[in-house]
């Protein structure tokens, strides 16, 4: 990766663009020498039509993996590597899909899509052109994404069953949700959106699947949460794959009324779900199939499967809350709990609460505990992002907004965005929204709270990408801890608890019947860990956080790194929020029954 990494401003080009520039023939002309530098591979033909600090993502399409690549040399080495691995066609331009696009009065680029076909593969594209100081336009993003498999086509739309049940469904429901006639190809574990969304992926494309979920309902690792725990992401943002949100749904959506979709979703969609259900091993498969599984019911009878795919979807950790080690607890008179065990502020009705951590649980359960009458500080030991949802959510999202792009064009467009580039993009939007939040984040810092505007003032992306946490968009609570309603205590580290509290390393104390910990979770490993033999503890790689291209370790992929015959082929991760999950699940679905049709290349290293 380039050691300075800039955004492609018309002074850094030397450039400018024309009111009446003609985007259709600009990127009809730039298309046409990409389509045919690629069919034929010339690869320096491919780098001619580049700027030299280029973007090219790849997700599946070329690699069998996802990959960021950064200038021309760079990529120069990838397409020299992978195009010869691949019989590429049918490329064309979509031509109601071309804009000239100035997200800031000194960036201009023309961003256009496009479709192409791969040897097995049928693959989109977006790409933006920038403006040269001697007319010409040249690419300064590229992204090529796996959209199907061919001869493999999604069994909707046109394909769904077109014969009249008179009578036979609920058995032949009840038949498929006990696997009586047909074992599963694949366990996804857990059945929150991650789960689910995978499994209707797979459904669609015709694989058995299973999904075992320890709760009692669908819904329940939402349901079961702090009570006044509600979505700070969009509706537009967070649709299902199939199945979008009504027209009427709220724009944040209440953590109990997620839960009662995701139960509808389960039984609209017809997955095969199994509640209160345990996995309780994953391990070699003995029986020609890659993986045993053994799942425990409510009646505590186990039932054996083989299968060549085993999914985790259990979120971060598990759901396994991290509480640091501070010396003192068994001394400690009080009650002390993580954050995903806290439900209702009313439990400690008359009570002094301490809450320690300042991002997004620690405001929700903080304003939650005022709004009902309680007590409550707030103890933050580092800096917290904070942008108001008003100002931020319209300028970061809106593309996942009212009167935005269709779902799936949304998704794409956001996807074509490399974090490095989003990086830069977002550290000119955070400035923006900083500025539209001043008085609020003045009072913030009147009262002591301690402010960061992310990674190299990049807001809360890079935060979310490496650590998952560090931030909080702001619902009401900041203005709470302005208020002075939300007590506040953040001038220095813990250094024990007491018998009757917390004891500060500058020697000052804070009194307390209740202490919550929002402090994160464990790592996403721990459930591999929990379920695998220890001797594939150390093969699972980093599953979370951003590699040196900039993306996710392992997300969305297997957890046991690249090799074909690694020890781990076949345990996937499928995590993340409600749209990463939405379009990152079709990437997994496709992943996993390539391989059952024999058709997987070779993920690039």
Same mark, same amino acid.
């Given at each position: 990766?380039?050691?300075?990494?800039?955004?492609?401003?018309?002074?850094?080009?030397?450039?400018?663009?024309?009111?009446?520039?003609?985007?259709?023939?600009?990127?009809?002309?730039?298309?046409?020498?990409?389509a045919?530098?690629?069919?034929?591979?010339?690869?320096?033909?491919?780098?001619?039509?580049?700027?030299?600090?280029v973007?090219?993502?790849d997700?599946?399409?070329?690699?069998?993996?996802f990959?960021?690549?950064?200038?021309?040399?760079?990529?120069k080495?990838?397409?020299?590597?992978?195009?010869?691995?691949?019989t590429?066609?049918?490329?064309?331009?979509?031509?109601?899909?071309?804009?000239?696009?100035?997200?800031?009065?000194?960036?201009?680029?023309i961003?256009?899509?496009?479709?192409?076909?791969?040897?097995?593969?049928i693959?989109?594209?977006?790409?933006?052109?920038?403006?040269?100081?001697?007319?010409?336009?040249?690419?300064?993003?590229?992204?090529?994404?796996?959209?199907?498999?061919?001869?493999?086509?999604?069994?909707?739309?046109?394909?769904?069953?077109?014969?009249?049940?008179?009578?036979?469904?609920a058995?032949? +429901? $009840?038949?498929?949700? !006990?696997?009586?006639? *047909?074992?599963?190809? /694949?366990?996804?574990?857990? &059945?929150?959106? @991650? #789960?689910?969304?995978?499994?209707?992926?797979?459904?669609?494309?015709?694989?058995?699947?299973?999904?075992?979920?320890?709760?009692?309902?669908?819904?329940?690792n939402?349901?079961?949460?702090?009570?006044?725990?509600?979505?700070?992401?969009p509706?537009?943002y967070?649709?299902?794959?199939?199945?979008p949100?009504?027209?009427?749904?709220?724009?944040?959506?209440?953590?109990l009324?997620?839960?009662?979709?995701?139960?509808s979703?389960?039984?609209?969609m017809?997955?095969?779900?199994?509640?209160?259900?345990t996995?309780?091993?994953?391990?070699?498969?003995?029986?020609?199939?890659?993986?045993?599984?053994?799942?425990? +019911? $409510?009646?505590?009878? !186990?039932r054996?499967? *083989?299968?060549?795919? /085993?999914?985790?979807?259990? &979120?971060f950790? @598990? #759901?396994?809350?991290?509480?640091?080690?501070?010396?003192?607890?068994?001394?400690f008179k009080?009650?002390?709990?993580?954050?995903?065990?806290?439900?209702?502020?009313?439990?400690?009705?008359?009570q002094k609460?301490?809450?320690?951590?300042?991002?997004?649980?620690?405001?929700?359960?903080?304003?939650?505990?005022?709004?009902?009458?309680?007590?409550?500080?707030?103890v933050?030991?580092s800096?917290?992002?904070?942008?108001s949802t008003?100002?931020?959510?319209?300028?970061?999202m809106?593309?996942?907004?009212?009167?935005?792009?269709?779902?799936?064009?949304?998704?794409?467009?956001?996807?074509?965005?490399?974090?490095?580039?989003?990086?830069?993009?977002?550290?000119?939007?955070?400035?923006?929204?900083?500025?539209?939040?001043?008085?609020?984040?003045d #009072?913030?810092?009147?009262?002591?709270f301690?402010?960061?505007?992310?990674?190299?003032?990049?807001?809360?992306?890079?935060?979310?990408?490496?650590k998952?946490?560090?931030?909080?968009?702001d619902?009401?609570?900041?203005?709470?801890?302005?208020?002075?309603?939300?007590?506040?205590?953040?001038?220095?580290?813990?250094?024990?608890?007491?018998?009757?509290?917390?004891?500060?390393?500058?020697?000052?104390?804070?009194?307390?019947?209740?202490?919550?910990?929002?402090?994160?979770?464990?790592?996403?490993?721990?459930?591999?860990?929990?379920?695998?033999?220890?001797?594939?503890?150390?093969?699972?790689?980093p599953?979370?956080?951003?590699?040196?291209?900039?993306?996710?370790?392992?997300?969305?992929?297997?957890?046991g790194?690249?090799?074909?015959?690694?020890?781990?082929?076949?345990i996937?991760?499928m995590?993340?929020?409600?749209?990463?999950?939405?379009?990152?699940?079709?990437?997994?679905?496709?992943?996993?029954?390539?391989?059952?049709?024999?058709?997987?290349?070779?993920r690039?290293?």
């Open positions: 990766m380039a050691n300075q990494l800039t955004l492609p401003t018309l002074d850094n080009l030397r450039s400018s663009v024309t009111p009446d520039v003609d985007v259709q023939a600009v990127a009809s002309r730039w298309f046409s020498a990409f045919e530098a690629m069919q034929s591979k010339n690869i320096p033909a491919v780098i001619d039509l580049l700027v030299d600090d973007f090219w993502r997700m599946l399409a070329l690699t069998w993996d990959h960021t690549f950064q200038s021309t040399p760079s990529i080495t990838f397409l020299t590597d992978q195009l010869p691995l691949f590429l066609s049918s490329f064309k331009l979509k031509k109601d899909l071309v804009e000239l696009q100035r997200p800031y009065p000194d960036i201009a680029w961003q256009a899509f496009f479709d192409f076909e791969t040897t097995v593969g693959a989109s594209g977006v790409f933006r052109l920038v403006p040269l100081a001697d007319g010409s336009w040249k690419a300064h993003t590229v992204f090529t994404n796996l959209e199907n498999l061919k001869g493999f086509p999604e069994e909707n739309g046109p394909r769904r069953d077109h014969q009249p049940n008179h009578g036979k469904w058995a032949k +429901r $009840a038949r498929e949700i !006990e696997c009586v006639d *047909e074992e599963p190809s /694949v366990i996804v574990i857990g &059945g929150g959106q @991650s #789960g689910l969304d995978v499994a209707a992926r797979l459904k669609m494309l015709g694989m058995k699947t299973l999904v075992v979920e320890k709760n009692e309902r669908i819904g329940d939402w349901r079961k949460r702090y009570t006044a725990l509600c979505l700070h992401d509706v537009w967070d649709h299902m794959p199939y199945l949100f009504p027209a009427s749904w709220p724009v944040y959506t209440p953590a009324k997620l839960a009662d979709w995701l139960e979703y389960a039984h609209s017809e997955l095969d779900v199994w509640t209160s259900a996995v309780m091993s994953v391990i070699p498969g003995a029986k020609g199939k890659k993986w045993t599984v053994t799942v425990q +019911r $409510a009646d505590g009878k !186990e054996i499967f *083989e299968v060549n795919h /085993v999914v985790f979807a259990l &979120g950790g @598990s #759901g396994m809350g991290r509480i640091p080690d501070i010396p003192g607890q068994d001394e009080g009650q002390i709990l993580h954050s995903s065990k806290h439900n209702l502020a009313t439990d400690h009705a008359g609460v301490v809450v320690v951590g300042a991002c997004t649980s620690a405001h929700d359960i903080c304003a939650d505990y005022v709004e009902n009458g309680v007590d409550v500080t707030m933050q030991r800096p917290s992002y904070i942008m008003k100002e931020g959510m319209p300028r970061l809106s593309i996942f907004w009212e009167g935005g792009p269709p779902t799936d064009i949304a998704d794409r467009v956001n996807a074509s965005y490399p974090n490095s580039l989003l990086k830069l993009m977002h550290t000119r939007i955070t400035k923006d929204i900083a500025d539209a939040d001043k008085c609020l984040l #009072g913030l810092r009147k009262r002591g301690k402010l960061t505007l992310g990674d190299d003032d990049s807001g809360f992306l890079l935060m979310a990408w490496n998952g946490g560090g931030y909080y968009l619902v009401g609570a900041s203005q709470m801890i302005i208020d002075g309603k939300i007590k506040l205590k953040s001038d220095g580290p813990i250094s024990r608890f007491t018998q009757t509290g917390l004891l500060f390393e500058d020697g000052s104390t804070l009194d307390a019947d209740v202490v919550v910990f929002a402090t994160g979770y464990a790592d996403a490993r721990h459930s591999y860990r929990a379920l695998l033999p220890e001797s594939l503890h150390d093969k699972l790689y599953i979370w956080g951003l590699d040196k291209e900039g993306e996710l370790n392992t997300v969305w992929r297997e957890v790194g690249r090799a074909k015959d690694g020890e781990l082929n076949g996937w991760c995590m993340g929020n409600l749209a990463l999950c939405r379009f990152h699940s079709k990437h997994l679905a496709l992943q996993i029954k390539s391989y059952e049709e024999g058709i997987f290349g070779t690039y290293q």
